[in-house]
Nanobody, 123 residues
Framework: QVQLVESGGGLVQPGGSLGLSCAASGNISIINDMGWYRQAPGKQRDLVATITNGGSTNYADSVKGRFTISRDNAKNTMYLQMTSLKPEDTAVYYC?????????????????WGQGTVVTVSS
């Protein structure tokens, strides 16, 4: 099994900044794609940003220019730096990772989610 643990959420004022981390652990062989998603109250879970193993990134239009996704492959950790935060960024933020893990016999793919961390943007 591969576990993901997010950290760094909290309360921040509009216009402020906040950083999130997502650490993966388990019998990981390789993590291919990682991503951040968010779910606001009463809404569906939406993509925020993704990053490939090679560092290619993709962002939702709503966060372009304000959020930066990055990862440290040696540490199996992904980050999300959020700036110029708005009240509409308030949500539970989830990290996702997909790749290959070592099993009892050979390898298997995985698609894991973290438990979520709450980000609240309010004055």
């Amino acid at each position: 099994q591969v576990q993901l643990v997010e950290s760094g959420g909290g309360l921040v004022q509009p216009g402020g900044s906040l950083g999130l981390s997502c650490a993966a652990s388990g019998n990981i062989s390789i993590i291919n794609d990682m991503g951040w998603y968010r779910q606001a109250p009463g809404k569906q879970r939406d993509l925020v940003a993704t990053i490939t193993n090679g560092g290619s990134t993709n962002y939702a239009d709503s966060v372009k220019g304000r959020f930066t996704i990055s990862r440290d492959n040696a540490k199996n950790t992904m980050y999300l730096q959020m700036t110029s935060l708005k009240p509409e960024d308030t949500a539970v933020y989830y990290c996702n990772a997909r790749g290959r893990r070592r099993g009892l016999i050979g390898y298997a793919t995985f698609d894991s989610w973290g438990q979520g961390t709450v980000v609240t943007v309010s004055s």
